[in-house]
């Protein structure tokens, strides 16, 4: 069986284990994890400045970050997902390709950003914030972060390039270069050297420089100049073509996710300040599961497209199985870890005592969302791996439909209650739907493999 294209090396069956789907998943979920950090330190060292206008500024600056970035991070998932591909049929040239053609095309959007930041400069952050001082620091801030924003799509393309060949454990080595070294700069610039909000977001900046050159030399050692593609091959419009294409549907989709959390959140408000609140400190109980579906969603992406690319129909129906099982077992030990340790969780987060009783009644409908978003991470992960993003685009959008109509029936009826429940019933629709089409697409893939 193979689905090699002309030219390139025969592609060889593998065998799908525990040991190899935890062996990407696992490191991922940790580089997932060092995120938060930074958050984290970037508030400390900021916080005791003693101006609060200061920690407000860079709060928006962050957030404004975090929006750009996140929804353009489909570099490292759409590189992830063809990489994986030419992996799985031993393709080494077109390996290269991808990377080559990922790192142009994110040259290009930073490029676009830096092109466009002094319209988003001039008007974001006084859209958050009516305060002088704080929409300054916002400023400063944003200013600063969006300097990088070619170095950080480049950083997305590199880690979606050593993913897709399975390498977990060296993207999760970037992911500690580029944290630790933004948290030991954001310490040093920030309060070392008294330089604040500035120096915290040029922390971010040099970090993402150091993990470039980083990730440079890394990717360098696996690139072989005997497998080096030539210029038709990084220019070929089919390839492009493909590459804009898994892009553009993977944004929709993040818009649209997005777009789900933003509602989520205006309804919430009109429930009051401390429903809102409260609202708020449990959607860190479904990020932090995200985190650990995330990983296993990664594990999917990279096996369910080696698997396309070899035409292997057992590998990819065992990662699908192993990647289900690990994926729900996850998310029942979330589920309980947090019905058990939400009170700790909570009082953590917040020291309202209106807040807090107010989370407490709401929190095993938090604690549910892992196991109704267990599928749908799954299932992100094996059409991106599988380059089917056509179908997981209109499927998001199929849900979000369904999610509207959810919150229309079932928020007047139960207020917060019924908010929540539509969040897990979007989030569980997500998962069905796209689960309800693998099967014919699945036949379809193989069946022109082989």
Known sequence: MSGAAAGTASPEPFIVTHRLVLGIAV????????????????????????????????????????LIYGTLGFFRTSTTGLTAQAFGRGDGREQQAVFWRAILSALCLGLAMLAISPVL????????????????????????????????????????????????????????????TNVILAVLFGLVLDHGVAGVAWAS??????????????????????????????????????????????????????????????????????????????????MLSSFFLDGLAGAAEQLAGRAVGAGFRPGFDRALKLTALWSFAMAAVLGLFFLIAGNGLVHLLTSSQEVQADALTYLPWAALTGLTGALAFQMDG?????????????????????????????????????????????????????????????????????
Request: hydrophobic content about 55%.
């Open 27 to 66: 490191p991922m979920t940790i580089g997932f994890l060092t995120t938060p950090l930074l958050g984290l330190t970037g508030t400390a060292v900021v916080g005791h400045l003693g101006r609060p206008e200061a920690l407000a500024g860079m709060a928006i600056g962050s957030i404004l970050c975090d």
């Open 121 to 180: 400069l001039a008007f974001a952050p006084g859209l958050m914030t009516g305060e002088t001082e704080v929409a300054a620091e916002a400023h400063l801030y944003f200013g600063i972060r969006i300097l990088a924003s070619p170095v950080t799509f480049a950083n997305f393309a590199i880690l979606g390039f050593v993913l897709g060949r399975g390498e977990g454990t060296t993207g999760l080595r970037l992911q500690i270069i580029l944290n630790g």
């Open 205 to 286: 900046v040099l970090a993402e420089v150091t993990a470039l050159a980083a990730g440079l030399l890394t990717v360098r050692r696996r690139l072989s100049a005997s497998e080096r593609p030539s210029r038709a091959d990084l220019l070929d419009t089919a390839k492009l073509r493909q590459l804009f294409q898994l892009n553009a549907d993977i944004l929709i989709r993040s818009l649209v996710l997005n777009g789900a959390f933003a509602i989520l959140t205006r309804i919430g408000g009109g429930f009051g300040a401390v429903t809102l609140a409260a609202n708020a400190v449990l959607m860190n109980v479904f």
């Open 382 to 450: 094996i059409f991106i791996g599988a380059t089917w993003s056509r179908e997981m685009r209109n499927m998001m959008l199929a849900s979000f439909a369904a999610y509207c109509v959810a919150l229309m029936v079932l928020v007047p009826l139960l207020a917060n209650h019924g908010l929540w429940a539509a969040l897990n019933l979007f989030l569980l629709m997500r998962g069905v739907f796209l689960a309800a089409m693998l099967p014919g697409k699945a036949r379809q893939s193989f069946s022109v493999a082989q």
